[in-house]
């Protein structure tokens, strides 16, 4: 109305381009002709465009103030060991500048405190206690070492800071709170800012540094500038109210024209309020249809009728297909950003294969297995060799394949780009470039309809070559190399700030925006998804070396001031508007406390409105669980009978069989594997496998061990130590046995080590006790036929497995089992025990070490006595250690119980082999703890 003519002339200034997006709307519905606009704008974009410096990337300045601290110092730590610090100390100064303070008096302060922590470092913790709530620094660097020089650090503080300013403007570069406060400096010493436009207005502002308000006094004083404010008395009038802090500061200072008028008691107006809690993160996306119906009636598809706001950004994706399809107009303001992607993701799981990889023998290196199987079966290497992929896997898995060497997964192009790591931290930003335009070209290949991938991927791509620009011109001009962490470091910065824009009509249908973008915008209709306390307010989580007490004591920002933004961002969201809907999440994960925010509990009970409470609950209903079985038949009969006549059943698979059959049925009917993941750690099984690979290849080639030999052995550890290794290669690492001399031991498999190396040193004196033994066989297998009738017809099978010892004392023959866990008492009294299905403990040892017997027995050694024995390994260092199977109270005669085993044998096998047997499951469910399949049966 004041500019019918002219409005080029104007200068529109508001807190984010969006807003601007809006006027620029309703101003063209106001015109009556086409004439040329007002020059709409940021603060940011404004107050630089008076800067002669240019705002510059953080690497380069974190390098110039590694420098600039080498100059003042001889800095103990190196490049990368300093740029952490070194971006905290960057934010710090970037806050000293934007607000004005006297940096010589603050670092001076900070120099103070921390020798006052350094004084006080006497004190009982309780007394330190009480002054850490004073002081509010004390204990941030206790344990520090080298403290004295520790002090002069931040005693040197101002001179660096003055000395990284004067050569950043040298250079004609700074950092933006550096820009701004030479732009207020100008203006304090007179200079005058050319001010382009007749007339400047400030409008829906909140939160001012001083830099800024040192610019719009400026303004003020020209006579140029009309300030407007966008405010409700309802929490402008009460001086407690945070979310009103900033504009009663700004009414007063900077008062808007007598004759503006902006509805500002629009908060105590009628609304209808619902709060939504939803046991589910992502879930609160399913709010919307139902909300979206309520609405129908006021809802309209321009621009500014209903906003979908989002605290939480990552539920984007929910919330895009939550929308229903009648609601066709969607602008989704806040762009998708990359760091949500798939994409991203997957980067992040390359970095952490390149961060963990093992380097072997010099330059060969390893890859850790849960890293390469993430990269294998990611959705976006999804139909790449797929076959070669999944017998891969499966081998790695049946080998408990922890480490991967980069040969054995090179299956495509993509593959070998991945696993061939580059040398040089410098050469890691064309690998990642290589990756991605590989990825693309799959893309384009085999999902050509695919829009949204390729556009995340040329994004990212631009990113990462923007960054390699960066760190080749920071290594250019500077003396910094930049090493592996912080080139990791930089790239996750660079790929979590951009995001991919979507396409739409920006000034129509329902708006998707996030917090900060709703400033200065009112809606009808508001729905609000992650109104949690973790998420609005947003955590003030920007590290810094200025205690809160220094901040508040020179005006710095504080989490106080954070809170109040926050609050007015909430509150002047809704002030206009007539329905608002807020769903938040009641789950407890990550940082989400599963708590409404504060300012929901303040609308709630602080506020004249009535807020309608509902809880969303997801029902799931548990039915009984029935026992589970299977039924045999002629066909599973036929083929099970036809797979163990050519190769044995194994005595571990008929004790599965006697402890649940059902259990068997799904390993040795179905073929589902027992392991379907790898063992990282050395569990049970894998320390009996080490075990004995170690005394196989210790003791291989030793036909006596005499006592004069295991005396020997016993002395000279070496030995001892070489099996060992030999068979952490073969059986952990899965390396050839050859390669032993190259493996690190480190953590757990240093201390497994250990343990077998002191079990292996105690069975060299045990069998010194009983030497001259001879060794007939080890690790060795053995196989016996066994006669069956099932189904009306005679069959034969094959029972067998690898006996892992068998040697012969004082002319008896013994078949020996090592158990490296807890072994039941080898006692019994009738062999029908060995067999009951029923029993709730069965004696698993037992008929392992009998059947065994049995098979040398009957198919190897006829004339021979044998005996059963079982080693413990944990009773190797009792006095009372006796390794022979009992019967009643004296040792087992096996030649007498031979007829009786083999006919109970015979018995089970006829059962297990029939065409009529049923596989029952287990009723006890303590034999369900370390099965593979317990989830299956719903007993995990």
Not at 45 to 67: A, G
Not at 177 to 202: H, S, V
């Amino acid at each position: 109305k004041n500019h019918k003519t002219g409005l080029h002339e104007l200068c529109i200034v508001f807190p984010n381009r969006r807003s601007g997006s809006f006027f620029t709307s309703y101003l063209q519905k106001l015109l009556e002709k086409e004439v040329i606009g007002p020059s709409v704008t940021t603060v940011n974009d404004l107050m630089m465009s008076f800067s002669e410096s240019q705002v510059t990337d953080r690497l380069k300045l974190v390098s110039i103030l590694y420098e600039e601290f080498a100059a003042h110092s001889k800095p103990s730590e190196s490049f990368d060991d300093f740029y952490y610090w070194g971006e905290i100390l960057l934010s710090d100064f970037d806050d000293i500048d934007k607000y004005l303070a006297n940096p010589a008096d603050i670092f001076r302060n900070i120099s103070d405190l921390k020798e006052i922590d350094y004084q006080f470092n006497y004190l009982e913790e309780s007394q330190k206690e009480v002054l850490r709530k004073f002081w509010g620094s004390l204990g941030r660097w206790e344990g520090v070492k080298n403290k004295e020089e520790f002090l002069k650090t931040w005693k040197k503080l101002e001179p660096v800071y003055s000395g990284f300013r004067e050569r950043l403007k040298k250079e004609g570069i700074a950092y933006y709170g550096m820009a701004l406060r030479e732009i207020a400096g100008k203006i304090k010493q007179g200079d005058g800012l050319p001010l382009a436009f007749k007339k400047y207005y400030i409008a829906g502002l909140n939160a001012l540094n001083e830099c800024e308000k040192v610019f719009f006094r400026y303004l003020q004083q020209s006579g140029k500038t009309v300030f407007l404010w966008d405010y409700d008395l309802a929490y402008i009038n009460d001086p407690k109210q945070e979310a009103g802090l900033f504009i009663r500061e700004n009414l007063e200072t900077f008062p808007p024209p007598g004759d503006f008028t902006l509805s500002s008691e629009c908060f105590q107006s009628k609304k209808n309020i619902e709060f939504i809690a939803v046991p589910s993160s992502y879930g609160q996306a399913q709010v919307i249809p139902g909300a979206m119906e309520r609405l129908k009636n006021d809802y309209s598809p321009v621009f500014d009728n209903t906003a979908i706001v989002l605290a939480d950004e990552s539920l984007l994706f929910p919330v895009l297909g939550a929308i229903p399809e009648e609601f066709e107009k969607i602008n989704v303001t806040m762009g998708y950003p990359v760091r949500n992607s798939s994409i991203y993701g997957f980067i992040g799981v390359v970095a952490s294969l390149v961060k963990n990889t093992k380097v072997v023998e010099g330059k060969k290196y390893r890859f850790y297995y849960r890293f390469v199987f993430d990269i294998l079966q990611h959705q976006l290497l999804a139909g790449i060799e797929s076959e070669k992929v999944h017998q891969f896997l499966d081998n790695a898995k049946k080998n408990n394949q922890v480490y991967i060497p980069p040969d054995a997964i090179s299956f495509s192009q993509l593959h070998i780009q991945i696993f061939n790591l580059p040398e040089k931290a410098g050469e890691y930003g064309g690998y990642f470039l290589g990756i991605l335009r590989l990825l693309y070209a799959h893309l384009e290949k085999h999902q050509p309809g695919n829009k949204v991938l390729p556009e995340l991927l040329t994004t990212m791509y631009q990113a990462i070559e923007q960054l390699n620009m960066t760190i080749s011109e920071v290594q250019g001009q500077t003396n910094q190399v930049i090493n592996k962490a912080i080139f990791f470091r930089l790239l996750f910065q660079y790929m979590s700030q951009v995001s991919v824009s979507y396409e739409g009509e920006p000034l129509t249908g329902l708006q998707v925006m996030g917090v900060l973008e709703t400033r200065c915008l009112d809606f009808k209709n508001i729905i609000i998804l992650g109104l949690n306390e973790d998420f609005w307010p947003r955590p003030s989580s920007a590290p810094s070396y200025i205690p809160n007490n220094l901040r508040y004591a020179f005006n710095l920002p504080s989490i106080d001031d954070h809170n109040a933004m926050y609050a007015y961002y909430f509150y002047r969201l809704i002030q206009r508007a007539k329905n608002v809907t807020a769903a938040y999440s009641t789950v407890k994960e990550s940082l989400n406390t599963g708590e409404l925010s504060r300012f929901g509990y303040q609308l709630m009970y602080d506020s004249a409105h009535t807020v309608h409470l509902k809880n969303i609950e997801f029902e799931f209903k548990s039915n009984p669980q029935k026992p589970l079985g299977a039924k045999s038949s002629p066909a599973i009969s036929e083929g099970l009978l036809l797979r163990y006549s050519q190769k044995p059943l194994s005595p571990s698979a008929l004790n599965i069989y006697i402890s649940c059959k059902y259990r068997f049925y799904l390993r040795y009917v179905v073929g589902l594997p027992d392991k379907d993941e790898i063992k990282e750690e050395v569990d049970g099984q894998m320390f009996g496998n080490i075990f004995h690979s170690a005394v196989e290849y210790l003791y291989s080639g030793k036909e006596i061990l005499t006592d004069d030999l295991l005396t020997r052995l016993i002395k000279d550890k070496k030995s001892v130590e070489k099996a060992i290794y030999e068979a952490l290669a073969t059986e952990y690492f899965k390396l050839p046995r050859q390669e032993a001399p190259g493996i690190a031991l480190e953590g757990n498999v240093r201390l497994i080590f250990e343990y077998i190396k002191t079990y292996i040193l105690q069975l060299l004196k045990v069998d010194k006790e009983v030497a001259p033994v001879e060794v007939v066989s080890l690790e060795k297998r053995y196989s016996v036929t066994a006669n069956l009738e099932t189904g009306g017809k005679k069959n034969q099978v094959l029972v067998g497995g690898i006996i892992d010892r068998m040697d012969r004392v004082a002319g008896r023959l013994r078949v020996i089992d090592y158990k490296t866990g807890n072994v039941k008492p080898l006692v019994f009294k009738d062999v029908t025990e060995l067999f009951d299905c029923s029993a709730k403990e069965p004696k698993k040892e037992l008929l392992q070490a009998l059947a065994y017997s049995y098979i040398i027995k009957r198919g190897y050694y006829p004339d021979e006595p044998v005996d059963p024995a079982v080693y413990d390994l944990k009773k190797l260092f009792g006095s009372n250690h006796y390794p022979y199977v009992k019967q009643g109270r004296g040792q087992l005669d096996f030649d007498k119980i031979l007829d009786e085993f083999e006919e109970n044998l015979v018995s089970l096998l006829q059962e297990v082999f029939s065409p009529e047997n049923v596989f029952h499951q287990t009723e006890f469910t303590g034999h369900c703890r370390a099965c593979p399949y317990r989830l299956i049966c719903h007993r995990g």
